[in-house]
């Protein structure tokens, strides 16, 4: 898969980083790989910064996707790298969740902060580097959908499947993913007319900070699925709930 040029969310640990890692082995990786996090110049992203170092494609850009202004200035450095070309695809990767959290403990200012991250953040960011994706989009009209031409793919869980909820996770955690997940319906029918692919891809319960050490797979091995899928998906696809392996599952 020859992706010209990726934004991921949330790139400085966990998934994002990995994400990051496996893209710039590719034999053909991507020209600009814009690796965004909240904080970049601090020891929270030495190792990406690192990575940046050893590879110039990988260009680290300050972006917190509940901060408008701060996804308006990643747009304007990207702009300016990619020219004409846009932005092939973005990773809307960053995610919180919370621990803990039961229905008598709950508060207003955590589920609103789990919301802002995990849905609205999402939203805006799609929103901002929009203009870019249609770019990108119109650029290749030879092909269909695809995550080389223009798509978004959204980091969901199988947390936030209605069908598949038996009760007693995080319950705020699982609202956002399931409210990401109608986000990603509805951008699928509303950018099919920009033939710009919309996939809500999950992971699955990997270790990470977030997935914790118990969990049975590791973010390489996630990391390396997802990538495998994101090379199949085309405009079939659009508008699904995909997991690591490839696997339709239940909205
Ligand atoms: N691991 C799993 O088991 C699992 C399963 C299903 C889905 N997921 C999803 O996969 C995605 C990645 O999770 P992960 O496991 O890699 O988690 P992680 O290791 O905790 O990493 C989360 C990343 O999101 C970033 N982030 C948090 N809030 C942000 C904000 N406001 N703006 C920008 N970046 C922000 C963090 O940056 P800081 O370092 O600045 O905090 C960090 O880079 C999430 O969407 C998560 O819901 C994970």
Redesign the pocket.
């Known amino acids: 898969m020859f992706v010209r040029n990726v934004l991921i ?10 994400f990051v890692k496996q893209l710039v082995v590719l034999s053909e990786p991507p020209l600009n790989l814009f690796a ?4 970049p110049g601090t020891g ?2 030495k190792e990406l910064q690192e990575l940046s170092v050893a590879n110039p494609r990988v260009k680290v850009l300050q ?5 408008e202004s ?1 996804i308006v200035r990643a747009v304007e450095h990207v702009k300016k790298a990619v020219g004409n070309d846009g932005l092939n695809l973005l990773i ?6 919370t621990k803990g959290v039961t229905y008598d403990s709950v508060q207003a200012s955590s589920a609103m ?1 789990v919301l ?3 849905t609205v ?1 999402p939203l805006l960011t799609t929103k901002a580097f929009l203009p870019l994706l249609r770019m990108a989009s119109s650029k290749d009209t030879s092909h269909g959908m695809s995550c080389g031409r223009a798509a978004i793919i ?6 936030g499947s209605i069908e598949l909820e038996k009760g007693g996770g995080p319950f705020v ?1 699982n609202m ?2 399931a409210a ?1 997940n109608m986000l990603t319906k509805s951008m699928s029918c509303d950018l099919r007319k920009d033939d710009i692919m919309v996939v809500a891809l ?11 050490p118990r ?1 049975p ?1 590791s ?1 390489e091995k ?1 990391v390396e699925g997802m990538l495998n899928v994101m090379t199949t998906l085309n405009e079939t696809h659009t508008g699904q709930f995909i997991d690591y392996t490839g696997k339709n599952l239940p909205w």
């Open positions: 969310t949330g790139a400085n640990r966990g998934l994002g980083l990995e965004t996090c909240r904080t929270k992203a972006l917190d996707v509940t901060d701060s809307n990767n960053a995610g919180i969740t902060n802002a991250t995990n953040g959204n980091i969901s869980s199988t947390l955690y956002s993913k990401l999950d992971p699955t319960w990997t270790v990470t900070d977030l997935g914790g969990a797979l973010a996630s």
